[in-house]
């Protein structure tokens, strides 16, 4: 498909456990945005990437939160020791990310829905 | 988070109204996304506009950069334009996005 996938779609995890979220870009794009919606809110910026260079971490609510980019195209958030309050849907976008206006537009991928019990 | 402020929360409408939900933000951004989200489905980019305004089909956007606020109208509203619309801004490197809460939109036949 032409469009940002994430995987898994659905997670339930055990409070204490680790997890790890993927993130398939467009082919191409720069750019890519790790975020977090709670129930009922707007997204929350988690952390944004450059090719391979986390060039923004300041969302990320805690130390047990871990994003990575290696190659600067798949994507993998990594939360460590989860806890309840880490229940959200985790949406990553990407975009071409280099020149103003439209490219700057951010496609979205349809989410992880993680349950933390 | 009040950086980003989104007006009504809720709206209804019937069916053929028009329909406008506003946007007001605090801090300096280099441009301002307008997205739409179904219950349970993903998000899609409307538009970006950093001035002026666009226009796609039935929508259109408008920003005013001194005001540092913004607009989205749709008009000849149909039920299937009942989604969530979210405003976000990007921080003046295009980086970091600032979203507000959404205004769930409901069109009655």
């Known amino acids: 498909g032409a469009g940002v996938s994430q995987s898994p779609r659905y997670k339930v995890a055990k409070r204490g456990q680790d997890v790890a979220l993927r993130c398939d870009p467009i082919?191409?794009?720069?750019?890519l945005f790790w975020y977090q919606q709670a129930l009922g809110q707007g997204p929350e910026f988690l952390t944004y990437?450059?090719?391979?260079?986390?060039?923004?971490k300041s969302g990320l609510p805690s130390d047990r939160f871990f994003a990575e980019r290696p190659e600067g195209s798949v994507s993998t958030l990594k939360i460590q020791r989860t806890q309840q309050e880490d229940s959200a849907v985790y949406l990553c976008a990407s975009s071409l990310g280099l020149r103003r206006g439209r490219d700057w537009t951010q496609y979205f991928g349809p989410g992880t829905r993680l349950l933390v019990l | 988070k009040n950086e980003v402020e989104q007006s009504p929360q809720n709206l209804t409408a019937q069916e053929g109204e028009f329909i406008t939900i506003n946007c007001s933000y605090s801090v300096g951004i280099s441009a301002l996304h307008w997205l739409q989200q179904h219950p349970g489905g993903g998000i899609v980019s409307l538009f970006m506009?950093?001035?002026g305004k666009k226009k796609h089909g039935r929508l259109i956007a408008t920003i005013n950069i001194q005001e540092k606020h913004s607009s989205l109208h749709i008009t000849a509203s149909h039920p299937r334009d009942s989604a969530v619309y979210i405003c976000a801004v990007l921080s003046t490197n295009a980086g970091k996005s600032t979203f507000g809460d959404g205004t769930t939109l409901t069109v009655k036949p």
């Open positions: 990437f450059q090719n391979e260079a986390q060039l923004d």
């Open positions: 082919s191409g794009h720069v750019s």
């Open positions: 506009l950093s001035s």
